[in-house]
Every structure is written in structure tokens, then in C-alpha cells.
């Protein structure tokens, strides 16, 4: 059996479920009252202080949410992000568990993400374009694929209970 049957690397356009499985994908969901159209929207809407600003970035999906962060550079320097008023050191164990409630919430109001990560099934999740330095980037690509690959799990689970 090839290697790559057994690895998923996952990309916006690449084939399903990598594609599905991306940040960029839209995949409405609702955080905290802040609509989100997709996980880049939300995770860029962080370099934005200003709540107002932040729901409009948490609006948006794929690279029209990538732009509007990469816009905003200040965090870099600072080593904080925002949250409806609040921040957040950027390695901070308080940002890791913001970051896990917002894929809970979309793993939970989503079922099209849901079906991606069940579609995914026991394969091994990588993100070759992502970035491992955290001075550089939000979200690593092992933070990243580790948050899929526990959801994916929670995924499979709820999958197996219903053929049940």
C-alpha cells in the first residue's frame, strides 16, 4: 500500500477531505455570539483589538480573511492577540484553549466539517504549507493537525455509536 493512501496533507485545494479539512474552507459556526464563516476568519480576526473589526474579519473565508490579517502585524511585536476585549499572550495556555473552543464550536455546529474529519478516518494529518515557528504564525501546523486529529477521533466515535 502507498504511503500517501496513509497521509493527508491537508490544503484548500487540494482533493476532499483535504480540502474540507482546511482553515479556509467555509464552515459557518458561531463563537462566543460572533458569527464565523470559517476557522481563518476567526484566527485572523485575533490580530484585530477592536470587537467590532474582529466580527467582521470572523465573517469571512479563505484568502479574503487571510488578507485582512496579514494587514495587521502588531501581534508579531507585541506577542498578543484579542478576543471580545481580552488578551491573550500568544503562548499562552489561555489562547490554546480559546483556539479549542473555537473548533469545538464549529465541530459541533458544523456537520459538513464533521463528515470531512469522519471521511478522514485513522489517516495521519499534516499541513506542509503551515508554519512551525509560533513567533511567526497563530496557529502552528502541529497545533493545527493535532486539534483535527483529536476531533477526528470524537468524529469516528460519534460515526461508530450510529451504525450501532
Known sequence: MDLAEHIIDIYSKGEYPSSALSNFAEHRFTMDGVPCGSMEGF???LKYREPARQAQICALV????KRAGE???LWRLTK???WRGNAYGLFSDELQRLIDRAYRQMYEQ?????QALADAGDRELVHTMGKKDMRTTILTEYQFTRRLEALGRTAQGAEKQQKA
Request: net charge positive.
Open 71 to 73: 494587514k495587521k502585524r
Open 62 to 65: 479563505g484568502k479574503d480573511a
Open 43 to 45: 484566527l485572523q480576526s
Open 110 to 114: 458544523c456537520p459538513s466539517f464533521r
Open 80 to 82: 498578543k492577540v484579542w
